[in-house]
């Protein structure tokens, strides 16, 4: 793959070049879910954005490791430091344990994932698993003189780092400013300023969630679990950071103020941040009833909802849109989606029955290159969605036969959806797999019919036969009184 990669870097707000720090190895890192409630459209956006880039990488010959997090120690999203325990909250209401609420909730995520055909990341570290690392780079943090304590918490003191390094280059945003246009919150009175956040917080005697520390028996701020996990796995330099739109400030830039306060420098080359999707044009929240979830959108059940949409519809959905524009949510929009995408694939399961003649009259080498150079220009899948419906033109023109293609250009073209929609695009075919599904269903079942008619003629090596090797393939057969049940294994 020779073409260049260009991605858009947050941090320096233009398209650059992707040079990887140690190629061809490229680190990966992305903020996962805070695991205390159901996986909605907002997660498989980022998932299925961060999914695109990963298998595009890997694509372009690239080894990632990408590391993608799981936040179970229940923060509010936006103010880290304020405020109750997510998980201990839901666990008190449901009378679980919140390490049971956080694993719930876990493999909801996971589950919707693997309906999307997100692929799994190299690693999924847990910040409850990595207290020791985040309680290690607080003291660093207080060593280089950026951190204080007060009453067994510990905060970032924003107003001597601004001194000595600028917060704010992520979001742009400037620390005067923002102080201007502060309310006052709880807990304030312990830190210096309400732009200080902190690093770790003492717990009340009513939180859950706890942990010793050589300041108080606490939990560590929501910021630091991602500096601590991504230098514990990637280093103190590494080449991608990804997120949500949301999580730019202060999530991402307090990240920096840390990675920076603790190193010396920024542990980031490229920020990239997927933008937000909307519900029929309003911000989508629990408050107005208008938060979907992946599963209540799978199954066609929310008032919200004309109709069940497919993992695949949802997936083809968002990577109709470029990953930093808003992407508005509607019935019409879903169900445009569901027609694109079978127009789609029905153009790819019917290339296998096109019949190379001739000299070409159709051109694919120019089709297959737009389609490369959008993806490589900062993830344009829009634009090489666009590119691939032009050669869903030709397929349906030589299926009509009103036009040639000769054999080299057919192979050309074949490559070309195999690799971009299964591969890169990871846009598999439902329908294709329910069909394939059946069919393994009814020769399994047609074969568990022989294997019984041969017992009742006390054939029993056919019998046996039968059961061993399905069980070779995968297929353990379980005898019952009056018949066999059997399950994939
Ligand atoms: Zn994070």
Same mark, same amino acid.
């Given at each position: 793959?020779?073409?260049? @990669?260009?991605? %858009? ?14 190629? +061809? ?35 372009? &010959? ?54 999307? *055909?997100?692929?799994? +990341? ?71 300023? +309400? ?45 991608? %950071? ?7 400030? +202060? ?22 941040? *997927? ?9 989508? &929240? ?13 199954? &066609?059940?929310?008032?919200? @909802? ?37 127009? @789609? ?30 993806? $490589? ?23 009509? &036969? ?18 971009? @929609? ?53 297929? $353990? ?13």
């Amino acid at each position: 793959m020779n073409t260049k @990669l260009y991605l %858009h870097n947050t941090l320096s707000r233009r398209k650059e070049e992707f040079v990887p720090i140690n190629p +061809p190895h490229v680190g990966l890192y992305v903020c996962g879910p805070t695991v205390y409630g159901d996986p909605h459209l907002g997660h498989a956006r980022s998932a299925i954005t961060f999914d695109l880039l990963f298998r595009l990488l890997r694509h372009h &010959g690239y080894k990632v490791r990408y590391v993608r997090n799981i936040t179970d120690v229940g923060h509010l999203e936006h103010d880290a430091d304020e405020g109750n325990d997510k998980i201990a909250e839901k666990a008190r209401l449901e009378q679980l344990e919140p390490m049971e609420v956080a694993q719930r909730y876990t493999n909801r995520y996971h589950e919707a994932l693997r309906q999307l *055909n997100v692929l799994s +990341p190299s690693i999924e570290p847990r910040a409850s698993g990595h207290i020791i690392e985040q309680i290690a780079l607080v003291q660093r943090i207080i060593d280089a003189g950026l951190a204080y304590q007060s009453n067994g918490s510990v905060y970032f003191d924003v107003a001597k780092y601004n001194e000595l390094h600028r917060y704010g280059q992520l979001s742009g945003r400037v620390l005067d400013d923002l102080q201007a246009n502060t309310r006052a919150l709880d807990g304030q009175d312990e830190k210096r300023s +309400p732009f200080d956040f902190a690093l770790w917080k003492k717990a009340s005697p009513e939180h859950i969630m706890r942990w010793p520390s050589p300041w108080s028996e606490g939990f560590p701020g929501w910021h630091l679990e991602c500096s601590a996990m991504s230098a514990k796995y990637l280093g103190q330099q590494f080449d991608i %950071h990804g997120g949500g739109m949301d999580l730019m400030f +202060p999530h991402h830039e307090c990240e920096i103020a840390q990675n920076v306060a603790a190193s010396g420098s920024g542990a980031v080359r490229y920020w990239l941040h *997927n933008n937000m999707i909307t519900i029929n044009g309003q911000k989508m &929240g629990k408050s107005l009833g208008n938060s979907i979830s992946l599963a209540e959108l799978f199954a &066609g059940a929310h008032p919200l @909802l004309e109709q069940a949409y497919s993992p695949m519809t949802i997936r083809f959905f968002i990577l109709q849109a470029h990953y930093r524009s808003t992407l508005d949510f509607s019935n019409e929009a879903l169900q445009a989606a569901q027609r694109g995408l079978a127009r @789609l694939q029905s153009a790819h399961r019917a290339l296998r029955k096109v019949q190379p003649a001739g000299q070409s009259s159709v051109e694919v080498g120019a089709i297959a290159q737009r389609v490369h150079e959008a993806l $490589a220009d900062d993830l344009n899948s829009p634009v090489a969605l666009a590119a691939m419906f032009d050669a869903v033109r030709i397929i349906n023109a030589l299926l009509e &036969g009103k036009e040639r293609i000769a054999a080299d250009d057919l192979a050309r073209l074949r490559v070309l959806f195999d690799t971009v @929609l299964i591969d890169i695009m990871g846009l598999v075919d439902e329908q294709q797999a329910q069909g394939q599904a059946k069919l393994v269903e009814g020769l399994v079942d047609m074969l568990l019919g022989v294997r019984q008619q041969a017992k009742a003629n006390r054939d029993f090596a056919t019998s046996d036969r039968i059961r061993d090797e399905l069980a070779r393939m995968g297929v $353990a057969v379980r005898d019952r009184k009056d018949g066999a049940d059997w399950e994939l294994v």
